[in-house]
């Protein structure tokens, strides 16, 4: 069963620069994930480019512009 995560949530899942699997819900406001466990590269701008799990939070965090 597939994980959501409201768009104000500051997840990895939620942000711009983790380019893990994920998928935008019908409503457009919701980020849905396999596991909360999926793993993705973070691209933040002046950071590395290292791996993070789907709800890792950091202060890096921006809206992915494909949620709502």
Request: with cysteine.
């Amino acid at each position: 069963m597939a994980e959501t995560y409201n768009s104000g949530s500051k997840y990895c899942v939620t942000c711009s620069y983790w380019t893990g699997p994920r998928e935008v819900t019908m409503s457009g406001t919701y980020s849905s994930v396999e596991s909360s466990q999926d793993k993705g590269k973070c691209v933040a701008p002046g950071g590395s480019n290292f791996d993070q799990i789907a709800f890792h939070s950091c202060s890096r965090w921006e809206k992915w512009p494909a949620l709502k």
